[in-house]
């Protein structure tokens, strides 16, 4: 067949085609037209906030919106790419809209309990996260989070208590571990606290800031002997961190009491 003749096909064929589909858009209802229009933003939406074009995405969710203010994902997709330009009082007008209009998807109750927490509301952040595990009973970031929320209001035994009860459904969530013991050491439980810090260390040895914390607790029980081995690890691993001049001095003082100690016993 001369190309002239495939050309003629290739027309005909691509011109059929197009007849087509405007068969089917000019019999189409305003409904399913509006419905294709707004997929069509959010989809492009979708893929800009998956780039991190936060900016550019927002305007096309909110394209979106203007054809159809009824839908829950469009305002969970506008709400994210608020919340991660820092407006975070326009994330949470989206979100409780996208709340209202689904109220069994976790994804918007649990970005809309961060909002909160960022936003230093904890006790909406706390509704928000209590919502969305019931959604998702097992989910250790929503767990974790209404951990931060109860100890954003002060209540340290509330969040202790999910904390642990996090370390048993989930072993190997180290976050759990390092905010409970954060909090045993404000209240200067610091045997509990070590144990903890102990055990992150098992999970993951890579975690060299933990000589610190460990190094910390043996220090405020008074066993000078372990905490300047693990002062040491810790300033082998991290010699640039903000808590090595702090190391260096503890370090400094348990060498001279244990020159005074030696000196004291070469007079007896």
């Not at 979106?64 to 919340?83: F, Q, V």
Request: hydrophobic share 35%.
């Amino acid at each position: 067949m001369c190309p002239s003749k495939k050309s003629k096909i290739r027309v005909y064929k691509e011109g059929r085609e197009l007849r087509e589909r405007q068969k089917q858009v000019k019999y189409m209802s305003v409904p399913e037209l509006r419905h294709i229009k707004r997929e069509k933003f959010k989809s492009a939406a979708d893929e800009l906030r998956t780039k991190c074009s936060y900016r550019q995405a927002v305007s096309a969710y909110l394209n979106s919106l203007l054809i159809d203010r009824n839908n829950a994902e469009t305002y969970l997709g506008l709400g994210i790419c608020y919340k991660n330009l820092g407006e975070i009082s326009k994330a949470i007008s989206s979100l409780e809209k996208a709340a209202l209009l689904d109220k069994d998807n976790f994804e918007i109750f649990y970005e809309l309990g961060l909002c909160h927490l960022s936003n230093q509301t904890p006790c909406k952040a706390i509704k928000c996260f209590i919502h969305a595990i019931e959604i998702e009973p097992e989910n250790p970031d929503a767990i974790y989070n209404l951990g931060l929320a109860h100890e954003q209001c002060d209540e340290q035994d509330m969040a202790l208590m999910i904390y642990q009860k996090l370390i048993e459904v989930t072993p190997n969530y180290i976050q759990a571990y390092l905010r409970k013991s954060s909090i045993l050491m404000k209240m200067e439980m610091f045997k509990g606290a070590l144990e903890l810090y102990k055990q992150v260390l098992k999970i993951n040895p890579k975690m060299s800031g933990t000589f610190f914390n460990i190094g910390l607790c043996l220090d405020k029980l008074g066993r000078q002997k372990e905490a300047k081995r693990y002062y040491h690890k810790f300033l082998e691993n991290k010699p640039e961190d903000e808590n090595a001049n702090y190391v260096m001095k503890r370090v400094e003082i348990f060498r001279k009491n244990t020159s005074q100690k030696n000196f004291a016993f070469s007079i007896v």
